[in-house]
């Protein structure tokens, strides 16, 4: 089975960047759509970007405009760009299948956006 390893979080100040990247151990291809979930303290997991397996995105409506989701198959990795990032994306992120699926969690990558 697949494994899916998140990097890139960290601490940014509100209006900074950072990109995510979901390194998987096997073929993003034969998984399909894949996502960028968060979540934050006291809340609920929540997909914020999606990308099917040719590249068509979605993204939900608090980040449209700000991040930007997407994937290398040949490379077996999901990136989510995000710009100009608000306090209220402070959670941790993780990688998935769309519509998740409990064997493919991983540690998630913390991003905390403060001044």
């Known amino acids: 089975q697949v494994q899916l390893v998140e990097s890139g979080g960290g601490l940014v100040q509100p209006g900074g960047s950072l990109r995510l990247s979901c390194a998987a151990s096997?073929?993003?291809?034969?998984?399909?759509?894949m996502g960028w979930y968060r979540q934050a303290p006291g809340k609920e997991r929540e997909l914020v970007a999606a990308?099917?397996?040719?590249?068509?995105?979605n993204t939900a409506d608090s980040v449209k405009g700000r991040f930007t989701i997407s994937r290398v198959n040949a490379k077996n990795t999901v990136y989510l760009q995000m710009n100009r990032l608000k306090p209220e994306d402070t959670a941790v992120y993780y990688c998935?299948?769309?519509?998740?699926?409990?064997?493919?969690w991983g540690q998630g990558t913390q991003v905390t956006v403060s001044s």
């Open positions: 096997g073929s993003i291809f034969s998984i399909g759509t």
């Open positions: 990308i099917t397996s040719v590249g068509s995105t």
């Open positions: 998935n299948a769309v519509p998740y699926n409990d064997y493919y």
